[in-house]
């Protein structure tokens, strides 16, 4: 038998679709908060996977990883992301992130990135080759906060996310727009500036704050829906996602952020 069969037949074998909650054989189900939680205690990062891509680090992968005055601090160094070791489904999660220090790797000369990362599913690696899950990211990236890229881009594991958002001409969400439907790709926040570049000078746009300042995520996941609200501000929703549920992870992308009181809760009362 071919090896291209072979490899099919091995992924097929990992794979359940009851109803975009397990999608790969091992992930944890998962399960709605019953209360307001705590995901990072401040202290360590007891709860979470660390994955590093050992390409292109920059120094001991034991110093990508830190805590910093009570939050997250991650240098950047290295490719990588902490996940938390349980699934979720229905939820409302709130964290605060900054920008701070320095740029690495390909980001030198470009705009601070990071990433919320949520419905998370398949094997580490499996959204993009040796690093990230599969997943739907909320993009944090210095001037375009808010966006939906699908982190899809390892080719063995792609065509398992989808997802649809109403969005106008610059694919901009827009509950007034037409339909998007997407097994890959992205759909831009509604406060994007089609003048955005990818360069270390980029400012910031509202309702995001500027470099150093602390911003306020919100993810709101209900059943296959999902809205994304930076300080306070609505700014996309989508609908259909499938899965519908899964691991959330936090990236480091080659700039330095930190992450602070990062909170998960029901959306309805138990």
């Known amino acids: 038998m071919k090896k291209t069969k072979l490899i ?14 397990q999608v790969f054989d091992g992930d944890p189900t998962p399960k709605a908060p019953r209360k307001k939680t705590a995901l990072f205690n401040g ?13 292109g680090l920059e120094g001991s992968p034991d110093e990508v990883f830190g805590v910093k ?3 997250m601090s991650i240098n950047g160094k290295a490719l990588g992301g902490c996940t938390t070791k349980k699934a979720y489904k229905d939820y409302h999660l709130t964290l605060e992130f900054r920008f701070v220090g320095d740029a690495y790797a390909s980001r030198i000369g470009k705009t601070a990135d990071g990433g919320l990362l949520f419905h998370c599913v398949g094997p580490e690696g499996s959204g993009t080759k040796d690093t990230w899950h599969l997943s739907f990211e909320y993009n944090i990236i210095q ?3 808010g966006d939906l890229i699908i982190v899809d881009s390892n ?3 792609k065509g398992h996310l989808s997802a649809k958002a109403y969005v106008d001409d610059l694919g901009r969400w827009d509950p007034d727009g037409k339909l998007k439907e997407l097994k890959t790709g ?3 926040s509604k406060t994007y500036d089609p003048s955005w570049k990818d360069v270390s000078d980029q400012p910031s746009v509202w309702p995001e704050k500027e470099y150093g300042e602390w911003n306020t995520v919100e993810l709101i996941c ?3 829906t999902a809205e994304y609200v930076l300080n306070g501000v609505t700014v996309l929703k989508l609908f259909d996602l499938k899965p519908s549920g899964g691991r959330i992870q936090l990236q480091s ?12 809760e029901p959306i309805r009362k138990n």
């Open 69 to 71: 005055d009570g939050a």
């Open 143 to 145: 001037g375009r906060s």
């Open 8 to 21: 099919a037949l091995f992924l097929a074998s990992l794979m359940t679709f009851s109803a975009g909650a």
């Open 253 to 264: 992308e080659f700039h330095a952020i930190e992450y602070r009181n990062i909170f998960i």
């Open 155 to 157: 080719p063995e594991y």
């Open 186 to 188: 992205r759909v831009n």
């Open 222 to 224: 209900d059943g296959d």
């Open 43 to 55: 202290k360590n990062y007891k709860g979470w996977d660390i994955q590093i891509n050992p390409r």
